[in-house]
């Protein structure tokens, strides 16, 4: 199996779990730990071009982060390592980052100093046809990565897809992030005999669990055409005709025009500044989608109050509280755009803010409903040698989206993202720059629906105002208020200390577990300059992986 130049590995047969193992190890075995950094004398796309310190990935697939850092150490830029990375969880978990799903992006771009929202959400199709029988959407992801790594990549374009393409025909182990993804809807699905073609294990007919081999052929066509081809041909001409075809044999509404019409956009992401003028920074978030606003949102809040740095645990949890519940409070309340309109805004929400009391929702009545989201989504961030950072999330709307699949594709066909009433609030990027001297501190993304944003705040705020390294601020528990209903909800593992003071406070609790998952990289001394300080972490909520520095 070809996985990039100057790597090549064989797939054994399932039930050769000691081959598989060895095989896995090796591709660990090849990441480079933190240094400095510099090139060698071989040439670039072989695992020993950039020497010390390649870059870092956390991803919610282990085999994608470890493909990603691969193109790392060949000099590939963090682009080129999401892209790879994302057609590799494309292959081992479909149930979220299928080619059928869509997407957003964060780019720090260290030459200009620039950060770009990249959107290539899943949009409904121009006519949903009598009698269909699925609200299915137009694919983005493909056209996405493409856009991507055209603007901010330097590898070649087969390279990337290979990995991911290799996966799929050879067949790999079924990854324990993908195993969970599956379990509480695999009935429903397997009772669709296009599923239990791809899902079901050739021997007993069973759905494939933890390390059973995922062989995926149909889907290794399609990544050859995009690997071969680029992605013209996915969204228009023969094969295009082929995938509208299956999915109106699914029942769905899909055209040709849908797909040839379908643009990723560049937009200018939120921002909020902080810091001091010594140490400036500014947080960027993406919105679209609406995560990436309420994100924002708690961000502006917690950075006005000023006392994250300096409280003890029960006064931070009280804080992230109290911003998560305002952000959701006013969810419909206007789309923020600029700086002095999330500023404003944050100004008139914490103006009722009491240290000592929890202050009721209803004292922002008329309260936004609790939105419908999925927990589904995956997510991957980078950064490079050269202080490049990509931040991305993707979704297929549901898991497994509609549960249909293309037949002949090996595509799961995402959900209309205005289906059911649901929001994107599980697509949440974000990066920390200083955009003075064009240095990247902090990149991350986080998925697991309604508890997201808020998961990613509860992160962010320990590594960046509180100085924690990222490890114990991954594992540190965390709070979240959606507002309908006016509950404080804590992870199991808070003290009783802490929950007995939130208590004396007013708030009104319940016990949520795996609030978000989180996938995240820090560099507290700012990257290139110091790339020793980076750390890298995937949530242990989750089960991904982080490569390519400290942990």
Known sequence: MRFIKGLSLTVSPKGSHAARRRQFGVLAALVLVAGCSSTSGVSQGTLTYVQGFSGAVAAADPRAALIAQDVLNTGGTAADAVAAGYFAMAVGLPSSAGLGGGGVCLVHDRKSGAVEALDFLNRAPKTVLPGARIADAVPGNVRGMFALQSRYGVRRWAELVAPAEALARFGAPVSKAFARELDPVKQS??????????????????????GDLLLRPDLASVLSLIRAKGV????????????????????????????????????????????????????YFAAPPEGGALAARMWAMIVRDGGFASDDAAARAHLLAEVSMRAFAKRGGGQVGNVAQIDTGSKNMMASFDSRRHTPASH??????????????????AVDPQGDAVACAFTLGAAFGTGKVAQGTGIFLAENPTARGRSSLALTPMLVTNDNVHEVYFAAAAGGGLPAPAALVNVAARTQLAGVRLGAAMAAP???????????????????????????????????????RVVAISCPDGLPPKPGSCQVSADTRGAGLGVGAQH
């Open 189 to 210: 699905l397997m009772a669709d005999p296009g599923v239990a073609a791809i899902l079901a294990r050739r021997d007993t007919g069973a759905p494939v669990g933890e």
């Open 232 to 283: 013209g041909d996915f969204y228009q001409g023969p094969w295009a005709r082929r995938f509208v075809a299956a999915d109106r044999a699914a029942g769905g509404s899909l055209d040709l025009a849908d797909l040839r019409d379908f643009s990723p956009q560049w937009r200018a992401p939120l921002k909020v500044p902080f810091g001091s003028l010594i140490s400036s920074r500014t947080a």
């Open 364 to 381: 922002f009545a008329p309260l936004s409903p609790t939105p419908r989201t999925s927990p589904s989504a995956a997510s991957i961030v």
């Open 478 to 516: 965390r709070v979240f208020n959606p507002a309908t209903p006016d509950i404080t909800f804590y992870e199991p593992t808070m003290k009783k200390a802490v929950i007995d003071a939130l208590s004396r406070r007013g708030h009104h609790l319940g016990k949520a577990a795996d609030q978000g």
